[in-house]
């Protein structure tokens, strides 16, 4: 889900924060550690982080992990083609010789040097190597890191408030979760899936919703399942019915489930779902 | 009060570490717990890592502080109940197949995790009878058989009695392993994969990189520096062995060949073939272990450098691996006991490794998994064991 949903689903004044979640973060604060967030994908865990600068009224700084990522990255970057740019052009206003001039912040720099306190989420941690994980706790702990090519040392004014989300698939080491509260997300139940979809499709009927998520909750529980649908293939997959000007809500009811393409993703998953709503 | 409950979910094998303990103390003492809710939240979200582990916080949380039943009578127990049935029963096939009520033959196709599911749905439907049966279970003793008895299907449990609890604590764990997601399981097939990637060799860096030279020589502003890459080398031979005979390793044996098989277009070769606890004269191409057997002499003629990877628990009867005729296949006559095999595939294959889905803890408890350990180094089957199994298997 997009952020711009997320602002549809609640906004700030409307959004009440889960309450057992907003315990947890209120002592990840008081203990000056970080929040692992893990759930499966389209649990929003990276909405709750939103929800959380929201009703904090912090600036949310976000941090996407990619595999190829390297730590010094989302710390700062030393720009060395402007500045031999500006070395060999020398139209700038920038003084070539000051190295500083040239080093940008990265995300978690930037949350260390930001004039008020901030939230920092770093969103897919597990899609990095545990190098990247265990070294980014350190800095985190610390609250400081060096710029080696100016020789400085960046420490935190305000330490900002840590939220790292990571995808269930993937087992993070032992060091990094002792570092870090933890708190999983379950998938959403029926009556807040209902509101989740009245949030992206305020004008869908009760006729076809209700059906609809009653079937997606069944296909679910089927055994086997490789890749489980998510809310997003939900959403999707009311998208697709609602296209078809030929579909008929009632049919969901007796159990003709089409597209299902939509919310399996992979061969046998879809092979098994078909199996079922045939039978 | 709070020391107990760090060391009772230690004891049930929440992997609570000290500072998170003293962590906790620390939340406790900034005042920002003022209800018993409070502290279930917030002790969970500093001690429990995993939403694994979750279900058995609760269960001690409630033991401790709600004064609820430690056990409740659904679930938990009854599984308990049904492992240390099953565990009982396996002893005398004929029992086992009585009371549930089937014939030996169909109780042998039956794998281990069905033949649990059919315990319990059993011990389900006549719950009145058996409520709180734990105890009943306790005082039933356990039947003094040992482990080199004759059992179809061969679930052992190695190692010697300890106690009461012995057996039941073996096989509980064994099967904890089964269905938690400790051992390798299909859903973390991707990730299996991604270490198995790594089973590649590395040649000596000394291959010019232009593209990074060019990008270091920009990073220092002109002056050039040189990068050298790993040269590639030609794919690796891959001779995968896997155990399939016996109930304690099917889980295993479909998802062990799924991996290698997805991985098999980055090996130049990949063959598997059969056994039976351990490597006799012969392994076999097809799977029931019939019609197609390689004499190991044949495998030893393969390229030296081939990687060597066993797939098995390890765990049989002693005489099985030492003995000159301690195969359980009475039919056959071997010409050398199982270990010196075992040997000689080791020093012929230098890259060698053995996979075991038994929860590496548990290995000092089996006496033919120690002795295979010293021929053959033993991992783990879980994604830490393929990691340090791979990086073994492509070390120099």
Redesign the interface.
């Known amino acids: 889900m997009t952020e711009q949903n997320f602002h549809r689903f609640g906004g700030a004044s409307r959004y009440v924060l889960d309450e057992?979640l907003a315990?947890?973060v209120?002592?990840?604060m008081?203990?000056e550690?970080p929040?692992?967030l893990?759930g499966e994908p389209g649990t929003g865990k990276t909405m709750l982080a939103h929800a959380i600068a929201e009703s904090l009224e912090m600036p949310l700084i976000i941090l996407n992990v990619k595999s190829s990522m390297k730590l010094v990255e989302a710390l700062y970057q030393y720009d060395?083609?402007t500045?031999?740019n500006d070395?060999r052009f020398g139209d700038s206003s920038r003084d070539v010789s000051n190295i500083s001039e040239y080093i940008r912040m990265g995300k978690i720099g930037q949350a260390f040097v930001a004039d008020q306190r901030t939230v920092l989420l770093i969103d897919e941690i597990d899609k990095a190597d545990s190098d990247f994980q265990d070294d980014m706790l350190d800095v985190l702990d610390q609250m400081q890191f060096d710029i080696m090519e100016i020789d400085r040392t960046v420490t935190a004014r305000i330490r900002p408030v840590v939220i790292i989300t990571s995808n269930?698939?993937?087992?993070l080491s032992?060091p990094f979760?002792?570092r870090?509260?933890?708190?999983?997300i379950a998938f959403p139940e029926p009556d807040i899936m209902r509101r989740i979809i009245a949030v992206h499709f305020p004008d869908l009927s009760n006729d076809l919703a209700q059906p609809a998520i009653n079937a997606f909750y069944r296909l679910r529980q089927l055994e086997g399942v490789?890749k489980k649908p998510a809310t997003r293939e939900l959403l999707n997959w009311i998208r697709a019915l609602q296209a078809d000007p030929d579909f008929r809500t009632e049919a969901l009811s007796d159990g003709v489930l089409p597209y299902l393409g939509v919310l399996f993703k992979k061969s046998s998953d879809l092979e098994k779902a078909g199996l079922v709503t045939a039978s | 009060m709070f020391v107990p409950f760090f060391y009772t979910l230690r004891d049930r094998g929440v992997a609570v570490t000290p500072t998170a303990f003293l962590r906790l103390q620390k939340a406790l003492s900034l005042g920002l717990v003022a209800s018993l809710d409070d502290f279930y939240i917030v002790a969970r979200s500093i001690l429990v890592k995993s939403e694994r582990d979750f279900d058995t916080y609760d269960l001690v949380f409630a033991e401790l502080f709600a004064g609820a039943e430690a056990y409740p009578a659904e679930g938990v127990v009854l599984d308990e109940v049904a492992r240390a049935l099953l565990e009982q029963w396996l002893k005398v096939p004929a029992d086992l197949a009585k009371a549930l009520g089937l014939s030996e033959k169909e109780l042998r196709r039956l794998s281990a995790a069905e033949l649990e599911q059919y315990l319990f749905d059993r011990l389900k439907d006549q719950k009145a009878v058996h409520y709180g049966g734990r105890k009943w279970i306790g005082s039933g003793g356990v039947s003094p058989i040992g482990h080199s008895g004759n059992r179809p299907g061969g679930m052992r449990i190695g190692g010697t009695s300890r106690a009461r609890t012995a057996s039941k604590v073996a096989l509980e764990r064994r099967y904890r392993d089964y269905s938690r997601t400790a051992p390798l399981t299909r859903s973390q097939m991707g990730e299996a994969l991604k270490r198995l990637r790594h089973l590649k060799p590395a040649g000596p860096r000394d291959e010019l990189s232009v593209e990074k030279t060019i990008y270091q020589t920009m990073r220092n502003a002109g002056e050039i520096e040189i990068v050298f890459d790993r040269r590639l080398l030609d794919r690796l031979k891959v001779l995968l062995l896997i155990d399939n005979g016996g109930w304690s390793m099917e889980p295993y044996v479909e998802t062990v060949q799924a991996l290698f098989h997805h991985a098999r277009s980055q090996f130049k070769d990949l063959s598997i073939r059969y056994f039976h606890n351990t490597i006799t004269d012969r392994v076999w191409r097809d799977p029931e272990r019939r019609s197609k057997p390689e004499t190991v002499e044949d495998l030893l003629r393969r390229d030296p450098e081939t990687r060597l990877i066993f797939v098995g628990d390890a765990s049989m009867a002693p005489e099985e691996l030492l003995a000159v005729d301690g195969s359980i296949m009475l039919e056959y006559r071997q010409k050398q006991p199982s270990i010196e095999r075992l040997k000689t595939l080791a020093t012929t294959f230098r890259h060698a490794a053995w996979f075991n889905p038994v929860s590496s803890s548990l290995w000092k408890h089996g006496e033919t998994i120690g002795i295979i350990r010293t021929i053959i180094p033993m991992f783990e089957l879980n994604l830490a064991g393929l990691e340090k199994g791979v990086r073994h298997l492509t070390a120099r």
């Open positions: 057992e315990k947890i209120n002592v990840s008081a203990l550690m929040l692992l893990k060395t083609l500045r031999l070395s269930a698939k993937k087992d032992d979760l002792g870090c509260n933890f708190h999983h490789e």
